[in-house]
């Protein structure tokens, strides 16, 4: 069979060092905000490019903690409004309802599932306080166009960079590094994956990263002082080592990632299947290989016949959701298509070059 994601495929690559930066935590006997979170958040913001980098506990909590203090700041309030892309993991719009913020939701564009930033204005009113573009399966936002609104209507923007690490734009930006602040996810089956839960905040503002600082750790600076209603979302020492270890190969991680992702886009030509739309090389990391087809069920069920695991992302738009009862009413047709008609193939790292070859040869025989 072949798998969908092979996680321990993936991590055995690392086996030796991940075992070496295992025993160098647990010799220390300091498991807590240490030297290996200093390091790894030292490496990841120069790998983003970004001034600043700190280590949460997961990829929502990163998305809530750069809302929850612009708050402390000053900067929202509650009720205000943050403008969303409609076909969103539910984390996203989590975050927003989780600090009494409202989210107005924007369709993508169907081609390359990202927000389309020509609907953006329209949603725009006096509330609006931030645009929270998703780079959706590891492909960059349009993100020229949405700095140029967020500037015209003085907004935030805070990226949501769970599915994006190292892509980057033709001017040489990295995801994390286009807006005011940018979380993102470790969890094991993103393109930096933790051995459990991890998650990273990217910013260049210093105050923020401050308040940051303090409420995810109960909203104390100094031990025993607290000037926030806080939270405890720290990143351990060991998964931060566990992380940096698995840092240094990423770029070479992403480029085998595009290496099935062109094989897929070249290969596969079947009139039933759409594949993505692709800006550039670098603007997409491929978190995941999405395509699309009218009987998305018939389709799926042939490729498990034929030994290939597939997974949907996602089945149920947010508005559509039981949880977001107050969203129910609206009708977005391109998200709701969307969610209809996706499936995504196997792609990772470790996939073998036949591997690749039998999934084209099967889509193709669909
Ligand atoms: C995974 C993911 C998150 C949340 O990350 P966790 O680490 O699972 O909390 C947020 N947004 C998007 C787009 C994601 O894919």
Redesign the pocket.
């Known amino acids: 069979m072949i798998k969908f994601l092979d996680l321990q495929s993936i991590n055995n690559r690392h086996k030796d060092s991940l075992m070496d930066a295992f025993e160098r935590v647990l010799d220390s006997g300091w498991y807590i905000m240490g030297a290996q979170l200093n390091k790894f958040e030292k490496n990841f913001a120069a790998y983003c490019g970004t001034k600043h980098a700190i280590g949460v506990a ?4 990163a ?1 809530i903690l750069i809302l929850r203090a612009y708050k402390e700041l000053g900067n929202f309030k509650d009720g205000d409004e943050v403008i969303v892309p409609a076909n ?2 539910i ?2 719009i989590l975050a927003i309802s989780a600090n009494n913020l409202v989210p107005v939701l924007v369709e993508p564009n169907l081609q390359t599932f990202n927000i389309d930033p020509k609907l953006i204005e329209a949603a725009i009113t006096e509330k609006t306080v931030a645009i929270l573009p ?1 780079h ?1 399966y590891g492909q960059l936002c349009e993100m020229d166009e949405i700095i140029s609104i967020a500037k015209k209507h003085n907004l935030k923007i805070i990226e ?1 960079c ?2 994006a690490h190292g892509a980057m734009s033709l001017g040489g930006i990295k995801a994390g590094n286009f807006g005011d602040a940018a ?1 993102f ?3 094991p089956g ?1 393109n930096l994956g933790a051995l459990g ?3 990273a905040i990217t910013t260049n503002d210093a105050a923020l990263a401050e308040t940051i600082s303090a409420l995810l750790n109960y909203g104390s600076r100094v031990k025993y002082e607290n000037i926030y209603k806080g939270v405890n979302s720290r990143l351990d020492e060991l998964q931060a080592s566990l992380l940096d270890v698995k840092l240094a190969s990423l770029e070479n991680e992403t480029e085998l990632r595009r290496k099935v992702a062109n094989r897929y886009l070249t290969e596969i030509n079947n009139p039933k299947i759409i594949l993505p739309l692709v800006d550039f090389q670098e603007s997409h990391v491929w978190h995941l290989f999405v395509i699309r087809t009218e009987n998305r069920t018939e389709l799926q069920q042939y490729l498990t016949s034929q030994g290939i695991q597939t997974v949907i992302h996602y089945p149920i738009p947010p508005h559509k959701q039981k949880a977001y009862e107050e969203l129910n009413h609206l009708s977005l047709p391109i998200s709701e298509k969307i969610h209809r008609e996706v499936i995504s193939l196997p792609i990772s790292q470790v996939m073998l070059d036949e591997e690749v070859s039998r999934v084209i040869e099967v889509v193709n025989n669909y």
């Open positions: 997961n990829g929502l909590d998305l969103t993991y984390a996203s998703v959706l949501d769970a599915q979380g996810s470790f969890y993103k839960d991890a998650g």
